[in-house]
Structure formats: C-alpha cells, structure tokens
C-alpha cells in the first residue's frame, strides 16, 4: 500500500522554542494531507487540513498562528509548532488520502512531542 | 456533536475468539467507511473498508458489516489473535470528500 513517512518520530523541546514536523507521501502525490492530535486515551482529533499550494484549513479552536502548515509540494507538508509550551506535547500524526473517491487514508508513524 | 460514536471503549476477548467492535454515525450522508488499527506511539494502520453500496465486505480474518438503516457498522475478527490487541478507529467520510471523521476508539485485548 501507499506509503506516508512522518519525520522525527520523537522530539523533545524547551518551552518557547519551536519544532518543525515533516510528513511525506513516499509513493504518490497528496495534493491533500491532514493533521491530526491525540491526547491520552482520546479520539484522533483532526487539526487542519494541509493543502498544496494555498493557505492550510483549520478546524475550530485550532490556533493557526501556533500551528504553522505549510504543504510547498505534492509530497511533503510541515507542521511548525511555534513558542511551544508544555501543554502542546502530544502525539502528532499526518495522514494522506490517495487520489479518487473511496480510498483509505495513510497515516504517518507519529511524532510525539514533549515540551519541558 | 459527535458524527461517529464508538460506544464501547473496551473489549477483552479471549484467544481464538470472535471479535465485534461497533460503530454507529449519525450523518446520513456518509458513504464510504473505514477501520483503522493503532498501536501506541505509532500512526493508524488501514484495515478493512466498505462503501454505502454494500453491507458486507471480507478480507481473511476481518469482516465489516454495514446497515445504513441503522446507520451501524461493526467489525468481526475471527479467530481473534493476541496480535490483534490494539486501539480500533472506525471512521466515515462522504461525498469524495477527503476528511475523515473518527470515532474515539475500541481498545481491544485479547487473551492467549
């Protein structure tokens, strides 16, 4: 199957700096990516949704400004979190869906962040 | 308000067992349904998929099944494996749309 490399899979930051999270398509090109966050025991939640060439689309209550995306080619998109603070660790994870109706999307390894 | 619920956030079963995880959505317009396995500290892995056209679709151990007018699907995994012990997500989206909604997750344990 198609293949969604997220990159570094583990990252520990000091409060107020930022960190830079890369996600890519390895084997097709995702005009689409996605962003999601996972708390503890809680559900995938979906952050914003990347978009090749234009401005990423945020879901409610996501701070943009916090959560910079920028997706500059069809297999690679980048989440800066910026000023971190220990209440922005969590597990990040980028997903990709092929192109056309009806396809599954693929899901990056993850990065967990840890702010301190 | 959440679209797709998963009721159960745990199931425990035991080795060479069936296996039912269940999902119910509340938006009709969804058409095409997917599950998900997650491991900890590692990113969801695809498992089986169906779309609104069908009400049953199999792939070796894994079969989901679909009823719109429930709007209730549910996985079985039959025999259960200890390798399958994961977090289940299923999730739906419509419309070719890309986005997909997911439910919070089935913890599954299974017992050897």
């Known amino acids: 199957g198609a293949v969604v490399s997220q990159h570094p899979s583990r990252v520990i930051c000091k409060s107020g700096t930022s960190v830079k999270i890369e996600c890519r398509s390895l084997?097709?090109?995702?005009?689409?990516m996605f962003w999601y966050r996972q708390f503890p025991k809680q559900s995938l939640m979906l952050m914003a949704t990347s978009n090749e060439g234009s401005k990423a689309t945020y879901e409610q209550g996501v701070e943009k400004d916090k959560f910079l995306i920028n997706h500059a080619s069809l297999t690679l998109s980048t989440l800066t979190v910026t000023s971190a603070h220990p209440e922005d660790s969590s597990f990040y994870i980028c997903?990709?869906?092929?192109?056309?109706?009806?396809?599954?999307?693929?899901f990056g390894q993850g990065t967990r962040l840890t702010v301190v | 308000d959440q679209q797709v619920k998963q009721n159960s956030p745990s199931l425990s079963v035991q080795e060479g067992r069936i296996s039912i995880l269940n999902c119910d959505y509340t938006n009709s317009m969804f058409d095409y349904f997917l599950w998900y396995k997650k491991y900890p500290a590692e990113g969801p892995t695809f498992l089986i998929s169906i779309s609104s056209i069908k009400d049953k679709n199999e792939d070796g151990r894994f079969t989901v099944f679909l009823n719109k007018s429930a709007k209730h699907l549910s996985l079985h995994i039959v025999p259960s494996q200890p390798g399958d012990s994961a977090v289940y997500f299923c999730?739906?989206?419509?419309?070719?749309?890309?986005?997909?909604?997911f439910g919070k997750g089935t913890k599954l344990t299974v017992n050897p």
């Open positions: 084997d097709f090109q995702a005009t689409t």
């Open positions: 997903s990709a869906r092929v192109p056309g109706r009806n396809t599954e999307a693929f």
């Open positions: 999730a739906s989206t419509q419309g070719g749309s890309e986005k997909l909604v």
